[in-house]
């Protein structure tokens, strides 16, 4: 494996923590067994949770519903 910094000057421990990061990553992606089930995301972060209902048409006073849904 071939790490290239392309931009900036990180300095050794940066760096090492660089590389700390990906030899787990890669440690643990490597222990997985060829045949398990992929994981399935929690519910929390499914963003239909947040657009479960229609989105408002666009109208002078859209701007103040662009964010806040009970708004």
Do not use: C, F, H
């Not at 222990?31 to 947040?50: E, H, K, N, Y």
Request: aromatic fraction near 6%; proline fraction near 15%; charged fraction near 15%.
């Amino acid at each position: 494996m071939t790490i290239k910094v392309v931009r900036g000057n990180p300095t050794p421990e940066e760096l090492a923590a660089a590389l700390a990061v990906v030899r787990a990553r890669a440690a643990a992606a490597a222990a997985l067994p060829s045949g398990a089930p992929p994981t399935v995301p929690d519910a929390w972060s499914d963003p239909s949770r947040i657009a479960a209902r229609r989105v408002p048409q666009p109208g002078p006073a859209s701007w103040s519903r662009t964010y806040w849904p009970g708004g």
